[in-house]
């Protein structure tokens, strides 16, 4: 027989609190909105705990299960079953995945009416501790956005940035956000939507359309803080949007997170810092 030296008793009395396997690269099934799936290609990192008294984990079972899976269609609740699978598999308290992956949703230029598709960054993140579980939604959105100072103090024209806004949620249990859903959302509260493909009545479609609605960081972020506080599914957020400054050699963000119950609209403080002259 093969010695199992993971399984060895250690005596130094350390627990750990995590210990698994990083970047995994894997495809796996993503159930998309319409009842379709999308293959995409994951980095997953999965991880439990370790009682003081084991030497080590048996690294081996963290990639059979991720095997497994990866054969299956994922969404965020299905990351709780991957979670008790793993505590199952290595006799562990707690567990943890975090999975990130490339999403490709379907978008239309907004005057040629051409079908393209756009890519957004998404992650399921999980943890199971006991009977307490914590599934987060995460997506980051790429959008325009156009200086009111600027566009207020110049005789013309005012200077625009892609910017990214970056959303975490929680929701309640049984309830469903579908990334579509949310991606578009996100994109609504810019100053523009972004788009890979533009013909030339596009083009000047975004670029009159950032201009008449121009927005600071604060005021990207405070809208999607009041679209998510408004639904009833969201129990927890994180927002964070940032912006690429175009005349500047620094970045603007803004950040903000709450947890329901959700304070009043009036009572909304925003952490940012940015530069402006």
């Given amino acids: 027989m093969i010695k199992d030296v993971q399984g060895q008793q250690d005596g130094r009395g350390v627990a750990i609190q995590r210990v698994g396997v990083k970047d995994v690269r894997l495809p796996f099934l993503v159930k998309e909105k319409d009842d379709g799936y999308q293959s995409v290609l994951g980095s997953a990192t999965l991880s439990v705990d370790l009682p003081h008294q084991y030497k080590g984990t ?18 965020a609740e299905e990351v709780k079953t991957i979670l008790d699978a793993t505590r199952a598999r ?11 992956f490339k999403y490709f949703i379907g978008k239309r ?7 393209q598709i756009m890519d957004y960054d ?44 970056r959303v975490r949620v929680r929701f309640t249990e049984g309830a469903s956000i579908w990334i579509e859903d949310l991606v578009r959302s996100v994109e609504a509260k810019g100053s523009c939507e972004l788009y ?19 927005k600071f960081v604060e005021d990207v972020l405070r809208d999607v803080v009041l679209m998510l ?21 620094h970045n603007a963000f803004a950040w903000q997170s709450e947890a329901a119950p959700f304070v009043a609209a009036g009572a909304l403080e925003v952490s940012a810092e940015v530069v402006r002259t």
Avoid at 109 to 115: G, N, T
């Fill in 58 to 75: 048996h690294l081996s079972r963290f990639i059979e299960i991720l095997l497994d899976w990866s054969k299956r269609p994922m969404n």
């Fill in 122 to 165: 998404v992650s399921f993140d999980g943890a199971v501790d006991g009977d307490s579980c914590t599934l987060t939604l995460g997506v980051d959105v790429p959008i325009t956005t156009l200086c009111p100072c600027s566009k207020t103090i110049s005789k013309y024209g005012a200077h625009n940035q892609r910017s990214v806004v």
């Fill in 90 to 100: 290595l006799d562990a308290q707690r567990a943890r995945l975090q999975l990130g």
């Fill in 229 to 249: 506080r408004d639904d009833p599914r969201v129990t927890w957020f994180e927002v964070e949007c940032e912006s690429m400054e175009s005349i500047h050699n």
């Fill in 196 to 214: 890979p493909l533009l013909k030339r009545e596009d083009e000047k479609y975004v670029t009159e359309r950032a201009y008449e609605n121009p």
């Fill in 109 to 115: 230029s907004p005057v040629s009416a051409i079908d």
